[in-house]
């Protein structure tokens, strides 16, 4: 049994180091973490919390962010936002990014792959054959290495890769099972999975011009929010555009961001 105590240190922790509200997810914190402790040999949430914070190779640390972040994603989810992007995003930046050809693309919370994927694939359609002439790598994020490398492998069930136009899972996944298929060569070259904490300063030197940044703010407080958004305002280049979840909102009076309509928000230019 969790005691109040060792839960509101977790509470706080995960607060602190991720942005992460838990308090009101008591059953989710000692539901995941029970298991996690018997396997290990550890005998209470307060010694393990002791490991965490003071064991110098981070694996503890790894360990409790793969427990209880919540990490529920799939192909296709918003697709409104991938049809924005493919009617007025893509057309205005490809005008506006012809002689560099370079595009630059964040996927701030990207889970396990399935919405960095599909943006590869709504990008793979609308380059064409100009496709090998632009680098359209997509950079895609999360603070969770077990998402992180399911994304890595790029492997899905069937059930999964359903909801995919017939023309993209032919094009773009082979099967390696009976039940699962594989994100072939030319998509995962076209995302780069990186590990990365959005509590931390963004690392971009250049700007960017799209980021995706959905269903994951829902977990942080107001401040925290504000905060990481007035932030990716500073890293985006002047007409660039966010997309957050669309059950997601950003207070128009704390940000520079123009509202463009909901969940979709835009740099001045
Ligand atoms: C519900 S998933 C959303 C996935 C995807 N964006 C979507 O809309 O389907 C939220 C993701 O945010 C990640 N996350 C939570 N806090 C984070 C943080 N501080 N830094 C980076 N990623 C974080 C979680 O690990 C999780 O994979």
Same mark, same amino acid.
């Given at each position: 049994?969790?005691?109040?105590?060792?839960?509101?240190?977790?509470?706080?922790?995960?607060?602190?180091?991720?942005?992460?509200?838990?308090?009101?997810?008591?059953? &989710?914190?000692?539901?995941?973490?029970?298991?996690?402790?018997?396997?290990?040999?550890?005998?209470?949430?307060?010694?393990?919390?002791?490991?965490?914070?003071?064991?110098?190779?981070?694996?503890?640390?790894?360990?409790?962010?793969?427990?209880?972040?919540?990490?529920?994603? !799939?192909?296709?989810?918003?697709?409104?936002?991938?049809?924005?992007?493919? =009617?007025?995003?893509?057309? !205005?930046?490809?005008?506006?990014?012809?002689?560099?050809?370079?595009?630059?693309?964040?996927?701030?919370?990207?889970?396990?792959?399935?919405?960095?994927?599909?943006?590869?694939?709504?990008?793979?359609?609308?380059?064409?054959?100009?496709?090998?002439?632009?680098?359209?790598?997509?950079?895609?994020?999360?603070?969770?290495?077990?998402? &992180?490398?399911?994304? =890595?492998?790029?492997?899905? &069930?069937?059930?999964?890769?359903? +909801?995919?136009?017939?023309?993209?899972?032919?094009?773009?996944?082979?099967? +390696?099972?009976?039940?699962?298929?594989?994100?072939?060569?030319?998509?995962?070259? =076209?995302?780069?999975?990186? =590990?990365?904490?959005?509590?931390?300063?963004?690392?971009?030197?250049?700007?960017?011009?799209?980021?995706?940044?959905?269903?994951?703010?829902? !977990?942080?407080?107001?401040?925290?929010?504000?905060? &990481?958004?007035?932030?990716? !305002?500073?890293?985006?280049?002047?007409?660039?555009?966010?997309?957050?979840?669309?059950?997601?909102?950003?207070?128009?009076?704390?940000?520079?961001?123009?509202?463009?309509?909901?969940?979709?928000?835009?740099?001045?230019?």
């Amino acid at each position: 049994m969790i005691t109040d105590s060792e839960f509101y240190e977790i509470v706080a922790y995960f607060k602190t180091h991720y942005g992460i509200e838990l308090k009101e997810k008591k059953i &989710l914190v000692s539901g995941r973490l029970e298991n996690y402790l018997m396997r290990n040999g550890i005998e209470s949430y307060s010694e393990f919390m002791q490991m965490v914070r003071s064991d110098p190779t981070g694996n503890a640390a790894k360990d409790i962010v793969n427990a209880l972040t919540t990490n529920h994603t !799939y192909f296709m989810r918003e697709f409104e936002h991938m049809e924005y992007l493919r =009617q007025v995003v893509l057309p !205005y930046l490809k005008k506006k990014e012809y002689a560099s050809k370079d595009l630059r693309i964040w996927c701030g919370a990207c889970s396990s792959g399935e919405e960095p994927y599909t943006l590869a694939c709504v990008l793979q359609d609308f380059f064409g054959l100009e496709s090998d002439r632009w680098d359209t790598t997509i950079l895609a994020t999360d603070i969770s290495t077990k998402v &992180l490398a399911h994304a =890595q492998r790029g492997e899905y &069930l069937n059930e999964q890769l359903a +909801v995919l136009p017939d023309n993209w899972r032919r094009r773009f996944f082979t099967k +390696v099972s009976a039940d699962s298929m594989r994100a072939n060569e030319t998509l995962r070259k =076209q995302v780069l999975f990186r =590990q990365f904490n959005l509590m931390n300063p963004l690392p971009f030197r250049k700007k960017l011009h799209v980021v995706f940044l959905r269903n994951v703010m829902i !977990y942080f407080d107001e401040a925290t929010k504000i905060s &990481l958004v007035n932030r990716i !305002y500073e890293k985006m280049e002047p007409g660039g555009y966010l997309f957050i979840g669309s059950t997601e909102t950003i207070d128009k009076s704390k940000t520079n961001f123009s509202y463009i309509q909901p969940s979709i928000y835009r740099k001045n230019i």
